[in-house]
């Protein structure tokens, strides 16, 4: 299942966003510059659920939060679903 969902990752966004294909996980980070912009456009958008970076991550001594530019997607439904949600991933942002 994972290396199938890991494949239709690296399809919808092969060169996208920050995508590279890791050795293993089933969360999938991904570079959009603004984590909560782009969770509330998915949200609103695509119907899909992301977790801004900047919620799992705290600000360093400069006051930067290291996960703002990202968004955690979970790759944890079948392969059906994944595939779309992708695609509406891909297309929205």
Do not use: Q
């Amino acid at each position: 299942m994972m290396s199938t969902a890991l494949a239709l990752t690296a399809e919808a966004l092969d060169g996208r966003l920050g995508f590279y294909r890791p050795g293993g996980g089933f969360y999938l980070w991904l570079d959009v510059g603004d984590g909560e912009v782009a969770g509330l456009k998915l949200w609103r958008e695509a119907a899909l659920r992301v977790i801004p970076g900047r919620y799992l991550a705290h600000e360093d001594a400069d006051g930067m939060n290291p996960g703002a530019r990202y968004i955690r997607c979970a790759l944890v439904h079948d392969i059906e679903t994944t595939a779309r949600a992708l695609d509406r991933l891909a297309r929205t942002l």
